[in-house]
């Protein structure tokens, strides 16, 4: 390849921060930097008497920083509810790109004592020695979706129902097939990322509920959680599936792909249900102009609601309408069906 | 399959002594051939699987379109990953270039200057940073392995970036509509395709440019010699791969009608697998536009077959790496005598009075 002259630092070095500083400068001129959902966190809510302002709380937070919609609605959902309250301080401390870096970020954060930690871990598993940590240090940690296997490392685990989420799309497609009197339906299933633990709970799910009904998936294909691996995978499968019942597809980022592959092929004698509740599926239901009839939720809502309980904890206060006086010890969010019917309630909480 | 042709096509050779087909240009000829072998099996195979689709013409039709469709994008990446190769480089960016350009082009300043500014946008970042591709490995004397794979990381952090971490929704018509038009009935998509592999042939054949980069590829000293400006052709060819990396982005955002940071992931693999297993030398200075295509088109195959089977994708991934290793390992057999490639591999015993090779 190319022959390495003696003062070739000096140039990389030169290059090297050319190419940054061009980088660093196209970041600041454009930016598409998404709008927390003020929707999706409770505002000042009167008749609550937990709302009024209270003991102050510092609440700590970290969130992988992973390039994809949830979990950016995640992070900008936490903030959004932590500014909602002049109580709390809120401290975000990055992530990084693995659990080890995760680790170190928040080994920083215990040094600070906040009063609660928000935690969203990049593996459950691999923080739960963080969490134990965290708690012996007497700081309450918040499990945000993805659990610590030990019930010591947190204070309050709330998370979201992958499995439920199989269940709620199962049910959906086997009660529509059923009222249409459908015997030996076709159906298709487009999975998210195959190696994730939470795509296998969710497949699961689906595939107990249909059985319940007496159906069975007949093609299921793995896509990335990408709109282009949805538009590949659905572009297959149509093939593969000449005539269709329903789909469901686990992830409505791919679902536009997945969309989009079907009114390429002027596909429509089938009904479509995705999967997390973003706000484009939300208002494809309603308007009920594409095959996409119902989603069912994983809403990063759950964000918001973390940081409402960490100020609550932080506070020794319950929840209002539970007749304890401290909040649970776990949450776990059902997955909801939205509808054309009820499109219109849940848009708000749309990302 | 491919394996079996062309090792029995390898001893016939060199039992034959030299022959006209033994020639490079025929080299070439017969990894094509034995790749067209591989989509006649595959096809084989679907119609084993699922008679009841295969017998229907216009299902057979329309499948190999959707099959051509899925090749385009990833198509037109692989011609420029080929000229990048062939020049004795490496490209791990041009996934994340096509995320890249297709974020730019999709953010709504963007998306507020019509398709014509879109895909402008998505060329210039794509030309751009294939720039500062070629800039570094040239001038800058980084390792184009390096070099790539800093701009893979940086262009991924910056399409984040720019998006928030959002999938981008395209709401352009005509962007949208290139990805289901069809004209005669094959797919605009298809014919991009065609277009640009049609350039690249010329390009490569046909024009001191294609021989330059050959030149170079085979010895960089010598050609600097022989009065060629290597840096600067160096350089170009990285440009010429993110050129193929804008055109590609809107091929995505036109098929997936959205960008994001994650999209066209490892597609850098994928154009690098396809270009090798068309008879590409990694070590650079030979390979063919057509192989590269071939190539392209067995991956987009196997992945349509896969889903008409129903075998999950994992098995899908072992397949494909064992045809890489296969197409490889024909690539070596063809490229010494099967005498010396069984004598290394302690095969086969030299014959008295013939040195021992060490």
Redesign the interface.
């Known amino acids: 390849?190319?022959?390495?002259?003696p003062d070739?630092s000096r140039?990389?070095l030169?290059?090297?921060g050319?190419?940054?500083a061009?980088?660093a400068l196209?970041?600041a001129c454009?930016?598409?930097?998404?709008e927390p959902n003020a929707a999706q966190t409770k505002g000042a809510d009167t008749a609550n008497p937990n709302a009024a302002a209270g003991k102050a709380v510092t609440i700590g937070f970290s969130a992988p920083a992973?390039?994809?919609?949830w979990?950016?609605a995640i992070t900008n959902n936490a903030k959004a509810q932590a500014g909602a309250y002049s109580d709390v301080t809120f401290k975000q401390v990055e992530a990084g790109k693995d659990a080890a870096a995760q680790r170190a970020a928040l080994e920083t954060l215990i040094a600070e004592k906040p009063d609660v930690i928000v935690l969203l871990p990049h593996d459950g598993k691999e923080l739960n020695a963080f969490g134990l940590k965290a708690m012996e240090a007497g700081i309450p940690v918040v499990n945000l979706d993805r659990a610590f296997p030990d019930a010591l490392a947190y204070r309050l685990q709330i998370k979201g129902d992958n499995y439920g989420m199989g269940v709620a799309a199962g049910h959906y497609i086997g009660k529509a097939l059923k009222a249409k009197g459908v015997a030996a339906p076709v159906i298709g299933e487009i999975a998210g990322m195959?190696e994730l633990e939470l795509t296998q709970e969710r497949s699961a799910g689906f595939k107990a509920a249909l059985a319940t009904y007496g159906f069975s998936v007949?093609?299921?294909?793995?896509a990335?959680?990408?709109?282009?691996?949805?538009?590949?995978?659905g572009?297959?499968?149509l093939?593969?599936l000449?005539k269709i019942d329903a789909i469901w597809n686990h992830d409505d980022?791919q679902g536009?792909?997945v969309?989009?592959?079907i009114?390429?092929a002027n596909r429509s004698e089938f009904f479509m249900v995705g999967g997390a509740g973003?706000k484009?599926a939300i208002e494809d239901i309603a308007a009920d102009n594409t095959v996409l009839k119902a989603t069912v939720t994983y809403s990063p809502s759950m964000a918001s609601s973390a940081i409402s309980l960490a100020r609550l904890i932080g506070q020794g206060k319950g929840m209002s309408d539970l007749v304890e006086l401290q909040v649970p010890k776990e949450i776990i969010l059902a997955s909801e069906t939205i509808t054309k019917e009820n499109a219109s309630t849940y848009l708000k909480l749309g990302f | 399959m491919s394996a079996e042709v062309g090792v029995k096509d390898g001893v016939a050779l060199n039992a034959a002594g030299p022959r006209w087909w033994k020639n490079e240009s025929a080299e070439g000829l017969w990894r094509n051939l034995g790749l067209v072998g591989v989509l006649l099996a595959l096809f084989a195979i679907g119609a084993v699987i699922r008679p009841d689709l295969y017998s229907d013409f216009d299902w057979v039709t329309n499948n190999m379109m959707v099959i051509l469709t899925q090749a385009a994008a990833i198509g037109v990446v692989t011609v420029g990953m080929t000229f990048v190769i062939i020049g004795g480089g490496i490209d791990l960016s041009v996934g994340a270039l096509i995320a890249l350009s297709g974020v730019w082009a999709t953010t709504v300043a963007t998306q507020s200057f019509g398709p014509a500014g879109m895909i402008f946008t998505a060329i210039a970042v794509g030309v751009g940073a294939g720039l500062v591709n070629g800039l570094l490995v040239a001038y800058g004397r980084l390792v184009p392995f390096i070099a790539t794979l800093a701009m893979l990381v940086a262009a991924r952090g910056l399409a984040a970036a720019i998006s928030g971490k959002q999938t981008q929704v395209s709401g352009d018509q005509f962007i949208n509509s290139i990805a289901k038009e069809r004209v005669l009935g094959v797919p605009v998509l298809v014919i991009i395709l065609l277009v640009v592999a049609g350039l690249g042939w010329v390009l490569l054949n046909r024009t001191t440019f294609g021989r330059r980069t050959i030149a170079i590829g085979g010895n960089a000293e010598a050609a600097r010699l022989a009065g060629i400006n290597v840096r600067g052709h160096t350089m170009l060819l990285y440009a010429l791969s993110g050129l193929c990396c804008g055109i590609a982005a809107i091929m995505l955002t036109s098929l997936a009608t959205s960008s994001q940071a994650a999209a066209a992931e490892l597609y850098e693999l994928d154009a690098i697998a396809a270009a090798i297993i068309g008879g590409t030398l990694l070590s650079g200075g030979r390979g063919t536009i057509v192989g590269s295509l071939f190539g392209v088109i067995v991956f987009s195959a196997i992945t349509n077959l896969f889903a008409i089977a129903n075998l999950p994708t994992e098995v899908q991934n072992m397949v494909k790496g064992a045809i890489i290793v296969v197409a490889v390992l024909i690539q070596q057999v063809r490229f010494s005598s099967v005498t010396q490639f069984a004598r290394r591999h302690g095969l086969s015993r030299p014959k008295a009075g013939t040195p021992q090779q060490t």
């Open positions: 390849m190319t022959k390495h002259i070739a140039r990389r030169l290059f090297g050319t190419a940054l061009a980088g196209l970041t454009t930016s598409n930097e998404a992973a390039d994809h919609g979990i950016a195959d007949t093609n299921r294909r793995a990335r959680f990408t709109a282009d691996s949805g538009q590949k995978e572009q297959n499968l093939q593969a000449p980022d536009i792909g969309l989009a592959a009114s390429a973003s484009k």
